[in-house]
């Protein structure tokens, strides 16, 4: 259950894109499950420590467009700046969102990967396939743009760490991203294939990486606020 709304919900942090407030500390001092608003916030994180120019980690919102735009024109005009034919590695988040007009609506994250080297998007959930349908709907709608031309891309499951809650899915989105990406950068690429990644999975996430997360997440933001 997330927390009740504060009228007073001021900003309290711009950081790159992403304009945090203060319902979201309170979120991350829960237990509560996460809005993607923190998820975009620890995306851009990710990213700026290390950018890679080949890989790209989308906001939850670009994200939850690309898979319920029914337009086909309109949807293209939205993935072309994204650059997805010259990507390697897309982390897309993954919500059971499907009302466009509801903001922040869903119960429900999981995470998209796309390795072109595969040439698959592997499905992460840590619920045992409860946001399947709605990955494969991303995959539907983003795979055409991927397309270099070789065989078409695949959808797969693939090994996921098991939340043992009601509200830390966003979390294990987050602590997956981290593992897919430092994997990817670390290599300089996808050359091992999908397994690589799992190892690290199975080894760095699972209950108690997440639970540690929450408050890292936490006290990062914090640290941000802080006068420089």
Known sequence: MAPPKNKGD??????????????????LRGPHYLNDRIIEFYFAHLASLCPSPRALLLPPSISFWLANCHDPQSLREFADPLRLPDRDLVLFPVNSNVDVTVAGGGSHWSLLVYCRETGEFVHHDSCRGANRCHGERLFHAVSGFVDDGDEPPRFVEGFTPQQT????CGLFVMAIAKVVYDWYVARGGCADGEDGWFAALKEEVDADAVDKLRDEVLRLILSLMEPK
Do not use: F
Not at 10 to 27: A, G, H, N, P, T
């Open 10 to 27: 001021e900003k309290i942090l711009s950081y790159l894109d992403v304009v945090m407030r203060r319902s979201d500390l309170d979120i």
């Open 165 to 168: 809650n009601g509200y830390d």
